[in-house]
């Protein structure tokens, strides 16, 4: 029976393969959060539209992709759309299943963050005579923005384990290149607990930007609170 294999274990903890998989790995998440934050925040303002056909077209997009699993999406977008003749690559249909999925529950973030500003907020806007663009890019969103940061950030985290599903569609990022690895050397344990080293020193660097962001948004609003206080 082969025991722990230190001298592989390090050894594999600066593995420039490896490290390449988790610099993929990053810039997936990245691309996939901003396309998703993108797409997520127009299913927002369609969700909230008063026109029912719109407002209903962006319910069942979220419907959709909420109730089916990510693989189940990812397998279609790359196996089941060359069937119709629509081909892509592993990259390219990485970053849409992703991107697409990640959409649907942002879209939810964002959607809650805008209605919990009080409609006086929007009317006051409307009545110095400014467009509903106006109010919603002056008004409405510097405001939503401190709801939804939170939640957009643990987003960030999930994604970020999240890439690995994109593995079974042969993309070439840290857990994809850690079972490459493993058919090779049979280093089952050490490779998956550098692998989950990676992630976590990923997700936990994260953690400390999620929380500069949070001070950072939340900062203007504590100036606010001790102005009223030593009115």
């Known amino acids: 029976m082969q025991g722990w294999n230190w001298p592989g ?3 594999y903890l600066t593995n420039p393969y490896l490290a390449e998989g988790a610099v ?7 691309a996939s959060i901003s396309a998703g934050f993108a797409i997520g925040f127009l299913l927002a303002v369609m969700r909230l539209s008063r026109l029912r056909i719109v407002s209903f077209a962006a319910a069942f ?11 189940v999406q990812l397998i279609v977008i790359y196996t089941g759309l060359p069937q119709i003749g629509i081909r892509l690559s592993v990259i390219e249909s990485a970053l849409i299943g992703l991107s697409l999925n990640e959409a649907a529950y942002l879209a939810e973030i964002i959607r809650a963050g805008i209605a919990a500003i009080p409609f006086g907020q929007s009317d006051a806007g ?14 409405i969103l510097p405001q939503a923005l401190r709801i939804i940061v939170p939640p957009i950030g643990n987003s960030v985290n999930g994604l970020l384990k999240t890439t690995s599903i994109t593995s079974v569609i042969s993309m070439e990022e840290l857990l994809r290149r850690t079972q490459v690895l493993i058919q090779e050397r049979f280093m089952v344990l050490e490779l998956f607990t550098v692998a989950a080293l990676y992630y976590l020193a990923m997700t936990t660097a994260w953690d ?6 949070e001070r950072r ?3 203007a609003y ?4 001790a102005a009223t206080e030593q009115r």
């Open 222 to 225: 504590e100036q606010m609170g």
């Open 126 to 139: 409307k009545a110095l005579g400014m467009r509903n663009a106006l109010v919603m890019r002056l008004i």
């Open 208 to 213: 400390f930007v999620q929380r500069a962001i």
């Open 61 to 71: 997009y979220v419907w959709l992709f909420r109730g089916t699993p990510l693989l």
């Open 217 to 219: 948004f939340g900062r």
């Open 24 to 30: 993929t790995t990053l810039w997936l998440t990245v």
């Open 9 to 11: 274990f390090f050894d």
